[in-house]
Each structure stands twice: as C-alpha cells, then as structure tokens.
C-alpha cells in the first residue's frame, strides 16, 4: 500500500487515521520549524503529509480551520520578539511526477481560460533548503527581518540578519520605497563540515544537517553567534511593495540583482512544458555539486498580472508549485542487529547503522516491520 493509498478505508477508519497523522505531523513541524531538529526525512514527511491530503480529497467532512492543511510552517519561539508580516509567507504545493507537473500547467490554463496554443511562460529556479526570511527595506535602508513562523508572525531577526555579508543594509540603485524581500538562508556543506568540526571540538552538539544548522544559527538570542557563522541568503520573492519594480518574476529578480541582493543564478524562464521538465533534470543532475541543499524545483507564472489572477487557494498560491526531488538513497554498514519485544510480545528487529546522511537527516538505526512472536 503506497502512502498516499486511501481508498480502503471506512469514514471511521478515516477519522482515526486522520487524526493520528495530525498529531505526528504537528510533532514534526514543531521539530523542524521550531527546534530545528528533525527526526525524519523530508521523503518520509512528504509521504506523511501526502496521506494526509490524500485523506482530506476523500473524506472531506474532515477538514476544519484547524486542519494541518490550512497552517504555514509552525508557531514563532516564545524566545523571540514577533513581527507580523503586512502580506502572509505562505507555503507552496508539492508535485512529485511529471505528469504531475503537466498536471499544474492545465491547471493554471484551465483557471486562466487559456488555450493550449497561448503561450504562458514560468520561471524554474532550484528550492533551496534553509530557512525563509522576509526583509524589509524603507528608503532602500534595511529596517527589520522576520522568519516565516506560523505565516502570519515571525521571529524577529533583525539583529541576526544585518550579520549576513551577502545582504545588503542599504540597497544600491533606486529601489522601491517599501520593499519586502523574502528568500531563503542557508548554509554550504563546507562551511556546515567546519561547523561541526568546532562543535565537536568543543564536545557540542553536531547538527544534524546543513538547513538545521542554518536555521539554529539564524535563530540565536545572541547576535554575535550568528555573526560567527557562515550564512547565505538567496531572495526570490517580496511581500509589500510600495511600486513594483518589474511586471514579471524574472524582472523583478533581475531588479533584486541590480540593488545588490544575491539571487539564484540557476532560474530558467521557461516557455514549454518540455523546457520546464528538462531544466528540472538539469538542475537534479547537479544537486551533488551546488555545493549547498536543494530539496526540488519551483516553478512560478512568470507574469505577475496573472499570478494577481490566479491567486490562491489554501495555504498556497495557484501559480507555483514544487516538484520535489525523489527520495535518497545512501548506502552504510550494519554494525548490528537488535531484536526489541513490546508489551504484545510483538518482536521488531532493529538495525543499528553506521551513521549516514539521507535527506537531510543523520539515519543510524532501521526498524523494520514487526512480528509477532509465537
């Protein structure tokens, strides 16, 4: 049974297995987003939450305005001081086939009235792994920072951000009055090698993986950390824009490269199906050498009147999606093998691994199915 498959089961069973997934989800986005700590996957996440959707389209009555499915990222850190953001950081839809790119554009033609022989073009650029963050600037001057938190209020990180060299405190050129940056900061695998060679030297805690460590750097109490650690920040979208300063997503990237901001140089505007499916391809067969963690490709509608036109639906926006990469795999060592007995005498083997990395998460045991004993 795959892990979207649903059809099986009863409005009862549903319910059940609806609200236990909720309750595992909600203990995973409390991991990633707020502890920065993660114990799965981001395939084994995806899997969960696809079960999850897959039980929302089939059992609709189970939706409500608590539903997993109509939050953004996790609740902002009691630590923090709060910024609510003027327009909402939220998410994006996850496609994981082909056809189910193909899936999106006629989605997007069908909603729009458009034909098939009407050009609409996207831009592709890499989904990088790290943590979002809005900028705001007035004046061209930086004013404040703030994490994506629960969509609707972050973390305030001003202080953390004006440590990063790539960002700019005061923009070059003429950019708009109010302009809200947003994008992604990150962290390169060897700078996060260094990283835990320090921890480890000073018998710390290792971080589990690059965007873990990313986002425990960004979010420090103490500003003077996150100035000894080496951030990078990738802007590829805005909140509140006084004058927009292009009419598509390409120009106002180029508009963002131009007031001194680090963009994506691996985007690609798009004018096919074909284009957007072969720079997919493209961008995955370089994943091992960008030398930091990309997890798939966003594609956008290039043009901003119909991204206005087509706006948004949930917790995301009808004109983009993205088209995650498949799962890992990585090859380690056995080093041995426990049988664990549960209250039922339940008898479940676990393999206990040389660690390994595998999507973004340092695997060191395996747990297979359970048997029963006789």
Not at 44 to 72: G, I, W
Not at 80 to 86: E, G, P
């Amino acid at each position: 049974m795959n892990a979207g498959s649903v059809d099986h089961l009863s409005p009862i069973e549903a319910q059940i297995e609806y609200a236990r997934l909720a309750e595992e989800l909600t203990k995973h986005d409390q991991l990633y987003y707020q502890e920065d700590s993660p114990i799965i996957s981001d395939a084994q996440y995806d899997a969960l939450r696809q079960r999850y959707e897959a039980l929302e389209k089939l059992f609709p009555e189970l939706v409500t305005r608590h539903s997993l499915t109509q939050k953004v990222g996790s609740k902002p850190s009691e630590k923090f001081a709060k910024i609510k953001h003027s327009i909402p950081m939220l998410s994006l839809g996850n496609v994981f086939t082909n056809d189910d790119v193909s899936d999106f554009v006629a989605r997007v033609r069908r909603f729009l009235g458009q034909a098939q022989s009407l050009q609409i073009c996207f831009t592709a650029e890499p989904k990088i792994d790290g943590l979002s963050c809005s900028l705001r600037y007035e004046r061209g001057m930086l004013i404040s920072a703030a994490t994506r938190g629960d969509g609707f209020e972050g973390e305030d990180v001003t202080a953390n951000i004006k440590t990063l060299k790539e960002i700019p405190l005061q923009l070059m050129g003429e950019p708009p009055e109010i302009l809200e940056v947003r994008g992604e900061v990150y962290m390169a695998h060897e700078d996060f090698q260094a990283l835990n060679q320090r921890q480890r030297a000073q018998s710390k805690a290792l971080f589990a993986n690059p965007r873990n460590a990313a986002a425990g750097s960004l979010r420090q109490l103490d500003a003077k950390i996150t100035a000894t650690r080496p951030l990078h920040f990738f802007a590829y979208a805005w909140g509140a824009v006084s004058q927009m300063p292009a009419t598509t997503q390409a120009g106002v990237l180029e508009a963002f490269k131009s007031y001194g901001l680090p963009v994506n140089p691996l985007t690609r505007l798009c004018t096919t199906l074909e284009e957007m499916l072969e720079h997919f391809q493209i961008i995955e067969a370089q994943r091992a050498t960008l030398g930091y963690d990309i997890d798939g490709v966003v594609y956008k509608v290039d043009s901003i009147e119909l991204q206005n036109r087509l706006g948004f639906v949930s917790r995301a926006p009808r004109w983009a999606v993205a088209h995650k990469f498949p799962a890992e795999q990585a090859t380690t060592l056995v080093r041995d093998i426990e049988i664990q007995v549960g209250r039922t005498g339940a008898l479940t083997p676990v393999a206990r691994l040389a660690p390994v990395t595998v999507g973004g998460v340092i695997v060191s045991n395996a747990r297979s199915e359970e048997h029963t004993s006789e």
